[in-house]
């Protein structure tokens, strides 16, 4: 079974898809990680994210065992990560990478922008995941403060604002709900509540596909 998941940063879509990986027993991917990994790579090495020889140099070489860590959850990196996700060639080196990782015997859930538009438009479940930017500028706030970084809420929300605009209007996979896709809005529910509400999505798809 492949379950995509798709929103916008900070709606919760990650957390959600690592506890639907442990409920199903699922391997899971932040596909965002991907184009972290790529960006963190570009400023270590003392690049501009907005080089496309650069990034796409970052992303050939990038190994999916290198994106895990505290130094890709800056928001240095976060916005760098969403200038050279905009890249068509970043986006096609990273793009068969996500697709092998989905295709595992037992299936996989991944989390991003466009997995079930583009990456895994032949997924079997498919939410959309997404809350107020408000919401999500507290929560991303929240978590940046937890772990003593010395940031605003203000300029939070500002940074939400601009990486929205940036990923639904780039030219290449741009972040957009799929037609088949489920849509869950996070904002007034918990993160146990909504982790019900997308397991009865996801139950009562599986049982319509059995049906027909």
């Known amino acids: 079974m492949i379950i995509a998941i798709d929103g916008p940063a900070a709606s919760g879509k990650g957390t959600m898809a690592r506890m639907l990986a442990d409920h199903y ?6 596909t965002g990680a991907l184009y972290r990994g790529v960006a963190w790579q570009v400023l270590q090495q003392g690049g501009d994210p907005a080089d496309a020889e650069t990034a796409l140099n970052a992303a050939q070489n990038l190994s999916i065992s290198g994106i895990s860590g505290p130094e890709l959850r800056t928001p240095e990196v976060a ?33 991003g922008r466009d997995i079930g538009t583009v990456v895994c438009p032949e997924a079997d479940v498919k939410l959309f995941i997404t809350a107020s930017v408000e919401e999500r500028a507290r929560r991303r706030h929240a978590e940046l403060v937890a772990g003593g970084k010395d940031v605003t809420f203000e300029g939070v929300l500002a940074d939400l604002q601009e990486r929205d605009a940036r990923d639904s209007s780039r030219a290449v996979s741009p972040l957009t709900q799929a037609e088949d896709a489920h849509l869950l809005d996070t904002t007034k529910l918990s ?11 996801i139950e009562t798809h599986s049982q319509e596909g059995v049906r027909h």
């Open 79 to 111: 916005a760098a990560a969403s200038i050279v996700a905009a890249m068509e060639p970043v986006r096609a080196a990273i793009l068969q990478v996500q697709r092998d990782f989905a295709h595992q015997p037992k299936g996989a859930v991944l989390d």
């Open 25 to 30: 027993d699922l391997a899971h991917l932040d």
């Open 191 to 201: 993160i146990e509540a909504a982790f019900k509400r997308a397991c009865d999505l």
